[in-house]
C-alpha cells in the first residue's frame, strides 16, 4: 500500500504552546484556544458531533455541495493540488477526490497523528494522487513547504472554522491564503447568523456530545502543562452573542479549585468561566466584504434553502 510523504510537523513548538496556555490561564478572563480542543481524543469527539442531528453545519453543507457540485467544479477546475486545512479525517476532502481530480493532496491539521492515520487510509484508496500531511498550527501562520507545486493551488476550509477566528484574525489568515493560493481559490464553508433555538442545541447536544468536547480540552492542557485540572468540577457552558454574532463556549467552575502546573498556579472561584471557543456567524454581505478586503475579487457563493450556510470560492 502506498505510504503517504509526512513533512513533519510545524505546529508551535511545546514550551511556545505551554507559553500560550499559561498566559490564557492567568488573564484576568481566563482563556484556553481552541485550537486545544483537537488533541486526538477531541478529533474522535468532533467527528461525533457531526454526525449529530441538532448539527446542522456538516448535513447542510454537504447538501450545498452536492445541490451545486456542477457549479463548484466548474468555477473550481479540475487538477491542481488540493490543500485541506484543519483535514481532520479527511473525508470532506476524499467526497471531491471523483471530480477534482487534484493530482496533488496535502492534509494540514493540528494533530498530526490523528491525521497520519486518516491519510494513509486514503493513500491505499487512491494510489494516483500524490499524498502529503503536516501537523501545522495554521491559526498564527500558514507555511506552505516549496515541495508542494504552485500550480492550481486550491486551499479547502470546509465546515465553518473561519467562525472561530475574530475578524482580524479571519482577515490575517484568508490574505495569507490569497499569497500562497499562487493564482488558485479557496473553497470554504461559512455558517451564517441564525435563530437562537437552533444555535442552541447545535452547540449544546441533548447526548452531550459538545459538552464532553469541550471538557476534554482540560485534558488536553494537562497533557502539555502538566496542570491538575479535573473536569468533574466544571460544566459546559454556552453563550450567545448577539453584539457579536457569534457563539462562544465556555466552562463553569462548579466549586473553588485552584489549578497547579510547574512554576504556577490559578485559583478559579465557583461560576467563574474559562473561554474556549468562538463561533462567529457572517451574512452573504459581510463574509464577501470580509474577501474583498483580503484581496480576493472573484467571489461566489452558494446557500441552502434555509440560508443556514453558505459554501463559498473565491479566487
Known amino acids: 500500500m502506498q505510504s503517504p510523504t509526512i513533512l513533519g510537523n510545524n505546529s508551535t513548538d511545546h514550551l511556545d504552546l505551554v507559553r500560550e496556555i499559561e498566559a490564557g490561564l492567568l488573564a484576568e478572563s481566563p482563556s484556553i484556544s481552541p485550537k486545544f480542543l483537537y488533541d486526538p481524543l477531541g478529533s474522535h469527539l468532533f467527528t461525533a458531533i457531526t454526525l449529530l442531528p441538532e448539527y446542522y453545519p456538516t448535513n447542510t453543507e454537504k447538501d450545498i455541495f452536492s445541490r451545486y ?44 497523528e490523528y491525521l497520519k492515520d486518516a491519510v494513509t487510509k486514503l493513500a491505499g484508496k487512491y494510489p494516483h494522487i500524490e499524498m502529503q500531511c503536516m501537523g501545522m498550527d495554521f491559526s498564527k501562520q500558514i507555511l506552505i513547504p516549496e515541495s508542494i507545486s504552485d500550480t492550481k493551488r486550491m486551499f479547502f476550509y470546509p465546515g465553518s472554522s473561519i467562525g472561530n477566528f475574530l475578524t482580524s484574525e479571519a482577515l490575517h489568515l484568508l490574505r495569507q491564503i490569497k499569497n500562497q493560493a499562487k493564482g488558485g481559490g479557496l473553497l470554504f464553508g461559512v455558517d451564517l447568523m441564525k435563530e437562537d433555538a437552533v444555535l442552541k442545541l447545535a452547540y449544546d447536544d441533548p447526548l452531550k456530545i459538545t459538552a464532553a468536547f469541550n471538557l476534554n ?77 483580503a484581496g480576493f475579487g472573484k467571489i461566489q457563493i452558494w446557500t441552502d434553502p434555509k440560508d443556514y450556510f453558505a459554501v463559498v470560492h473565491a479566487q
Not at 468555477?75 to 491542481?80: E, N, T
Not at 452573542?241 to 463556549?249: K, P, S
Not at 462548579?254 to 490559578?266: A, C, D, Q, Y
Open 217 to 293: 480540552i482540560l485534558n488536553s492542557v494537562n497533557s502539555t502543562l502538566g496542570s491538575n485540572f479535573n473536569i468533574d468540577q466544571f460544566d459546559h457552558k454556552v453563550i450567545i452573542n448577539h453584539t457579536e454574532n457569534r457563539v462562544e463556549l465556555f466552562l463553569e467552575v462548579l466549586e473553588k479549585v485552584t489549578i497547579t502546573w510547574p512554576g504556577n498556579s490559578r485559583v478559579l472561584n465557583k461560576g467563574d468561566l474559562i473561554h474556549t471557543e468562538n463561533s462567529h456567524k457572517y451574512t452573504v454581505k459581510s463574509i464577501s466584504e470580509l474577501l474583498k478586503n
Open 69 to 112: 457540485e456542477n457549479q463548484i467544479i466548474d468555477a473550481i477546475g479540475v487538477g491542481g493540488t488540493l490543500i485541506d486545512l484543519g483535514a481532520g479525517n479527511c473525508q470532506k476532502a476524499e467526497s471531491f477526490f471523483n471530480s477534482l481530480k487534484p493530482s496533488n493532496y496535502l492534509a494540514i491539521d493540528f494533530s498530526i
